[in-house]
């Protein structure tokens, strides 16, 4: 079964212009999100946030784009996604595309099903206008629609 | 030939790389090239096989040391930099097995 970003995007999980600290600020925000809807477990934030300490920041795949995600499996109750966009850039300490101001958090509860959304999702983040539109907007519900309506 | 994606957990990242990568074979049709997408602790045991592989750019520092043609992406949904720099990689790679056509065994 593959799912589409739509499936897979929680839209109590989308906000937009959040205030965040740091890195690890961000992972808790928008990981609390998707435990508080039943999608992750509280252990997946701590997965989340041990891929920096381990591998370094390179999830930062984007310029001021970050996709979160850790090993699939148990801590993904559903496979998720979750999207955030800062008031406030913030480091994450890549050293091509810091500053974040978009956070995207994967989760999947297996190493397949994803891969339709994922395709999608790439397509949203490859198109600069799309872009623009997303870190214009300042309402959740708004940034939700918003990206369901970018969906190609 | 094979490239390899490369992330830390093999399933985000580098099937992102991946989904790209195969597009821009088929625009220049190239059929004798596989990708896979691979996590950084398999992939030790893979490289051999490999002849590029493409990662994100802060992935430098586990591929210092590669015997594979080292490909890093930037913006990994900036198809015009991952078309370039891969079909640029292909070739080097083609040197490389010295002058063996795309897709031939190594000996």
């Known amino acids: 079964m593959e799912y589409s970003l739509k499936e897979l995007l929680v839209k109590n999980a989308v906000k937009a212009k959040v205030q965040v600290a740091d890195r690890n600020e961000a992972i808790d925000y928008i990981g609390n999100l998707l435990v508080k809807f039943g999608s992750i477990t509280g252990d997946y934030i701590l997965a989340m946030k041990n891929v920096f300490t381990k591998l370094g920041p390179y999830q930062v795949v984007v310029p001021g784009i970050v996709l979160l995600h850790a090993h699939p499996g148990n801590n993904v109750i559903k496979t998720c996604i979750g999207f955030v966009t800062l008031k406030k850039p913030i ?28 395709a999608e999702l790439a397509n949203l983040l490859s198109n600069q206008q799309y872009l623009t539109k997303i870190r214009k907007t300042k309402s959740s519900k708004e940034l939700y629609n918003l990206i369901i309506s970018l969906i190609r | ?52 592989v ?25 198809k015009q930099e991952i078309r370039e720099k891969v079909l640029d990689a292909i070739e080097k790679a083609e040197q490389r097995k010295g002058g063996d056509e795309i897709g031939e065994e190594k000996s």
């Open chain 2, 1 to 52: 030939m094979r490239i390899t994606t490369l992330c830390g957990m093999g399933f985000g990242t580098s099937m992102m790389l991946m989904l790209f990568i195969e597009d821009i074979l088929k625009e220049n049709k190239m059929k004798n090239v596989e990708v896979v997408p691979t996590d950084l602790g398999s992939f030790k045991g893979q490289e051999a096989a490999t002849d590029i």
């Open chain 1, 91 to 118: 480091a994450f300490a890549n050293s091509q595309n810091d500053p974040v101001d978009i956070v995207i958090a994967l989760g999947a509860r297996d190493g397949e099903s994803h891969i339709k959304a994922l």
């Open chain 2, 54 to 78: 493409v990662a994100p750019f802060d992935m430098e520092q586990h591929l210092k040391n590669s015997t594979c043609v080292v490909v890093l992406i930037r913006n990994l949904v900036d």
